[in-house]
């Protein structure tokens, strides 16, 4: 059985949205507070793998402390270390959900990418 882990933050109504149809699914998986406890580096440098190496859409373009930080500019200069580094300081910057299953990895919640991996 493939092991799924989701982060996500509890007043995302995506996250919300992306449980829920896990849950109408009756598929089980593993649920992380991003907040509390963002992704590994490991874990980051596997989805950046499965997202084709764009960096850039593991951090969460929309949110309060990404436009605080002014990363839109700066983003695209870091290193995979220093992306990562920034990304486990601050679990809010990471784009949720954060899906990794033994098969692959999916960020955002499209209902046709995730039927494809789970499915």
Do not use: H
């Not at 990404?66 to 990471?94: C, F, H, I, W």
């Amino acid at each position: 059985m493939t092991r799924i882990r989701i982060y996500t933050y509890q007043k995302c109504s995506t996250c919300q949205k992306a449980t829920r149809w896990l849950e109408d699914r009756g598929i089980s998986y593993e649920e992380i507070p991003i907040k509390e406890s963002p992704p590994s580096t490991e874990e980051l440098a596997r989805m950046e793998g499965y997202l084709g190496g764009k960096r850039g859409r593991l951090f969460n373009t929309s949110g309060m402390d990404y436009r605080a930080l002014g990363l839109k500019d700066k983003v695209p200069t870091l290193s995979a270390e220093e992306a990562y580094a920034l990304l486990q300081s601050n679990g809010m910057l990471v784009k949720r959900p954060f899906l990794l299953t033994d098969r692959g990895g999916a960020v955002g919640f499209r209902e046709a990418e995730w039927t494809a991996l789970l499915e």
